[in-house]
């Protein structure tokens, strides 16, 4: 697992890439933390379109940075979602706090 | 009929999280699953694990025991046990958004597990330790 920072435009994409759980989403998102800390985005964007597994632990990711945000008075949004990974979210309700979308159909099933 | 079983034990250490989940989806994967049966397997064994690491055995590294029995109906049962701290009110653990840690925790680990699978149980004993009991049953690619 690991992700990439491009801060552009008051937007701050984050790329995840590889598979999320417990044990790996500590690092990845105490660096999404700092960034969103020193560049205050309006738009925070998580990119799940090379995330090939996920469970609770993606959720929590997404809570954890919502939480952040609304704090700081920014939005979330979370792109490039798999069959699977959609899967998971819809069931935490996570369309209610944050613009979700599925990904396209290059991603859509795994 | 059980015709083919699986048994391994793993320290519960985070790293195992992946291996655990990998090793029973491919055990179950003999009965020619879709790919989304194969992600619900992965997921639920997932949440089920790490349950044992971070909650089971907080403090600690213990150990993990894992069996998968596969039935000639496609009926898989997977049972995830520790020898952990143990749950005191298990109606209450299974609600959703609950959970004793925060932090980033949804408390959505037993909702997954209850809607990726068909069923799961649950046995606890306080200091003695915890089993989940999942059962999925795979209609396959065939079908
Ligand atoms: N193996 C276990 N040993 C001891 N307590 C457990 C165990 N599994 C679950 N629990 C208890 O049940 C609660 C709910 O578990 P659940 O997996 O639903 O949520 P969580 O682990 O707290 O958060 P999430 O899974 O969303 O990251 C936990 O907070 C914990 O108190
Ligand atoms: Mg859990």
Sequence with gaps: MSVKLEFNDETLLCKLNGEIDHHTTLPIRLDIDERIESCRPQTVVLDFSNVTFMDSSGIGLVMGRYKVLNELGGTLEVTGLSDNSYKVMRLAGLDRIANIKKGGSKNGNQ | ?143
């Design chain 2, 1 to 143: 009929m059980v015709i083919n079983e699986f048994k391994m034990t793993v320290d519960s250490r985070s790293v195992n999280e992946s291996f655990t989940r990998a090793t029973v989806s491919a055990f179950a994967s003999q009965l020619d699953p879709t790919v989304e049966e194969i992600n619900d397997i992965k997921t639920a064994v997932s949440e089920a694990v790490t349950n044992c690491i971070v909650h089971g055995y907080k403090n600690s590294v213990g150990r993990i025991y894992i069996g998968v029995k596969i039935h000639n109906d496609g009926m898989v049962i997977i049972t995830i046990r520790d020898r952990g701290c143990g749950i005191a009110d298990i109606k209450k653990a299974r609600e959703p958004l609950f959970t004793t840690l925060g932090g980033d925790r949804a408390g959505l680990g037993f909702s997954v597990m209850e809607s990726f699978m068909d069923k799961i149980s649950v046995r606890s004993t306080i200091n003695k330790g915890t089993t989940i009991t999942l059962y999925k049953k795979i209609s396959g690619r065939a079908k």
